[in-house]
């Protein structure tokens, strides 16, 4: 323990006490005169006041140099010294004691104790922050009295006397030990403090952060380097500012505050602890955000004094949360509302839609034909387009809707309060018509449409997931009508949905139980009519639902990629069948392009042939066009390595498509099949088909290509096909699609040739 610190904060106190016990010892000194001056003799009296006098200037001088001892140590020379004071003060006044009652009454001698006892009371208030010098003072002063009472005889005064003393001196010690106990707590306060202050100014030159404090007016002080940059002016002159005055701005001359500025006003005003409170200021006329804390601060007697706290100027992190805020709500390409917001909406339209027994609306937006613009032009063109279609439809938009991307090319538009039950069927018939529109797109003038489906809440559903259902379905009904069209919900279609989801269920099971076979059209050729070739044909015939049309489940096996898996399964059984005709009848095999588009394509085929020991120049892979809009170049890649084989290629519903012309330039197909709308079209005597035709047919003839025309179904569409110059017939007039067995039945004796 630093005995000498002590010893400095005790004497320090006594020192600034000096002043007063001079003026006590002269009071106490002028009653004395006042009881033995006449008795004793001015010569006698008047050394002993000048004995007294120089003592108290002994002990002021002393006292002077020790009242700034707070900022220094007290030597063990400078304690003797203040302990010999108060030594020679008990000295002089018990020689007083001694001698002046020897020269008066008892009534003299009681007067006298008296004014001893009130010295030695006053002795202990002065010296209570020195206990020694006291101790030394009162034992003396003690022990002079209680002689004096022993030559008077006064043994009971002498023993109160005793008593007295003693529990002076008690008093004295315990004291003396509270306010050491006091000062030591005062001085590591002090400290901590100090500590603490040191400790903040190194976190405000280390960190981004600042301190600030106001007073009980609110106005700055103590303003730190960092605050006064944070605030964009010198010390000086904010030093004593008001600070709500200083981080408003223009905005005080008005009083039109952002209401943070308000909450912060409010908790200055209510003296309460705050932490982390974001508050919008305008520093030099530009408007940023600061995060400030602070804590109400008291003196020793607990009043307020201010407040004090840190802060920091989160201007760029806030401007990054509100941009991760933007894009959790917003789509980046199209600056749409996304998913998100979009079901939120709609959410709250349902509730407001409860809430008054009013009607709310969904319609579902789908692009026709953009996935074509986006395999032919690339996807940057398609994002353009995108931009495009999403301005238009907000252009469309009125009070109480609101428009939005859900991905893709998909949109959705909710209506928040539907007035009329046809508001639905206008916008989206303007939604139709305006998407519908030609666009201009880097040069290029682009056509796409759009389809529409609606439902209506809570008609169609009451809770956002069941009415995002609906719509979906609706959506989904409008676009197998071939695009272009709105369609409302209705409860019908959840059934078409659920037969198929029960179809998809069942076509994942339908190889395993081998449900599906092969039946083979007849293709003919078109001067002699004899068989040249069968298009294999897939069949399903479900244990579970029968009979399934193939234009229900190619689709669906299309839509699930089931269709990979069934068509190696059609490629292998067509190739062993075709195994058992004779040499120069070819098996067509249609390929879909998700069955060509996979990496082992090729492989399959040569795997098919092999397994079949079929020749590869009795193959002929049949495609579309579709195949190319997914990926040409993977796609041509594909059908050149199996022309390489000695395969043959046919494009199926040629002109159907977009482009026909550049397939047929960048790849060589060996056969042209005509699509039977064009047959359908020629035999009802439409000029635009038979022009096609012939077109087609020379095309094939200069290029060393076959035509074979589809959908032939009567004797008089035979003959206009023939005489149009097609190379092959396929359709009903010469065969139905049959199973196996009844194929091998048009060639007679083939069973006896083989044998």
């Not at 000295?91 to 001694?98: D, T």
């Not at 909450?263 to 955000?289: C, H, T, Y």
């Not at 307020?304 to 992190?317: I, L």
């Not at 907000?394 to 859900?406: A, I, P, T």
């Amino acid at each position: 323990m630093d005995w000498a610190r002590l010893r400095g904060l005790q004497l320090a106190a006594t020192a600034k006490l000096s002043l007063y016990r001079a003026i006590a010892n002269a009071i106490l000194a002028v009653f004395v005169a006042q009881i033995y001056l006449g008795k004793v003799g001015l010569i006698g009296f008047g050394l002993w006041a000048v004995l007294l006098a120089a003592l108290q200037w002994r002990s002021t001088r002393l006292n002077l140099t020790l009242a700034d001892i707070n900022r220094c140590r007290i030597t063990r020379t400078e304690l003797r010294q203040q302990s010999l004071t108060a030594v020679l003060s008990g000295l002089v006044w018990g020689g007083a004691v001694l001698t002046f009652p020897f020269f008066g009454n008892l009534a003299d001698l009681m007067a006298m104790l008296l004014v001893i006892a009130i010295l030695c009371a006053a002795s202990v208030f002065f010296y209570t922050a020195a206990p020694i010098g006291i101790v030394f003072f009162l034992i003396i002063l003690g022990a002079c009295t209680m002689i004096q009472l022993a030559f008077a005889g006064a043994w009971f005064a002498m023993v109160a006397t005793l008593l007295f003393v003693i529990v002076a001196l008690l008093g004295t010690i315990e004291m003396g030990r509270n306010f050491l106990t006091a000062r030591l707590a005062e001085a590591t306060i002090a400290e901590k403090e100090q500590v603490v202050s040191l400790l903040l100014r190194e976190f405000e030159e280390n960190e981004a952060d600042w301190l600030w404090e106001i007073d009980v007016t609110r106005r700055l002080r103590s303003v730190s380097p960092r605050f006064a940059f944070a605030l964009g002016r010198p010390q000086v002159e904010v030093e004593g500012m008001p600070l709500l005055e200083l981080v408003a701005g223009r905005s005080w001359a008005s009083g039109q505050f952002p209401q943070s500025l308000h909450d912060l006003a409010e908790q200055l005003k209510n003296r309460e602890n705050f932490s982390n409170m974001p508050v919008q200021v305008s520093i030099l006329g530009e408007e940023r955000w600061w995060e400030l804390s602070g804590t109400p601060m008291r003196d020793e007697h607990g009043r307020f004094t201010g407040f004090r706290g840190v802060g920091s100027d989160v201007t760029e992190q806030r401007k990054s949360s509100e941009k991760i805020a933007y894009l959790a709500r917003y789509d980046t390409l199209t600056q749409l509302p996304n998913r998100l917001q979009l079901t939120e909406a709609l959410g709250e339209a349902l509730r407001y839609a409860a809430q008054w027994r009013s009607r709310c609306a969904l319609l579902m937006v789908d692009l026709d034909r953009f996935k074509s613009v986006n395999d032919s032009l690339g996807h940057m063109t398609g994002d353009k387009l995108l931009a495009q279609v999403s301005a238009r439809l907000q252009s469309l938009m009125e009070e109480n809707q609101m428009c939005g991307r859900l991905g893709g090319d998909e949109f959705a538009i909710v209506i928040r309060d539907l007035q009329k039950a046809d508001e639905m069927n206008q916008l989206a018939k303007r939604v139709i018509d305006r998407l519908s529109e030609p666009y201009q797109v880097d040069q290029h003038t682009l056509y796409v449409g759009a389809s529409v489906g609606s439902a209506m809440g809570p008609r169609d559903g009451k809770s956002v997931e069941e009415l995002m259902r609906n719509a979906d379905l609706a959506l989904y009904r409008a676009k197998d009508t071939g695009g272009a069209e709105h369609c409302q919900f209705e409860p019908v279609l959840h059934a078409s949905a659920e037969e198929r989801r029960q179809l998809e269920v069942a076509l994942r099971k339908a190889l395993g139980r081998d449900e599906m076979e092969l039946h083979y059209q007849p293709v003919v050729d078109a001067r002699s009519e004899s068989v040249v070739g069968f298009e294999a044909l897939v069949r399903w015939n479900s244990a579970d639902h029968g009979f399934v049309s193939p234009g229900k489940f190619i689709p669906l096996a299309e839509d699930t990629r089931l269709i990979v898996p069934i068509g190696k399964w059609v490629m292998r059984k067509a190739c062993e069948e075709a195994r058992n005709w004779p040499d120069h009848i070819k098996v067509n095999v249609n390929v879909s392009p998700e069955q060509l588009l996979e990496p082992g394509f090729h492989q399959e085929v040569v795997e098919a042939l092999a397994a079949s020991g079929l020749r590869p120049e009795r193959l002929e892979v049949e495609v579309t066009e579709s195949i190319f809009l997914r990926d040409a170049s993977v796609a041509r890649n594909a059908l050149e390595q199996v022309m390489a084989l000695g395969c043959s290629v046919a494009l199926d519903d040629f002109g159907t498509g977009y482009s026909s012309l550049g397939y047929i330039r960048k790849l060589r197909f060996s056969t042209i099949k005509v699509d039977r709308t064009f047959v359908q079209g020629a035999a009802q005597g439409s000029a635009e088909s038979l022009a096609i035709i012939n077109a087609v047919v020379a095309m094939a003839n200069s290029l060393n290509m076959t035509t074979t025309a589809e959908g032939v179904e009567t004797a008089e569409e035979a003959e206009l096909i023939r005489n149009l110059g097609c190379d092959k017939i396929q359709g009903y007039y010469f065969g139905r699609p049959m199973a196996s067995h009844d194929a091998r039945q048009l060639f007679p004796g083939l069973a006896q040739r083989r044998a």
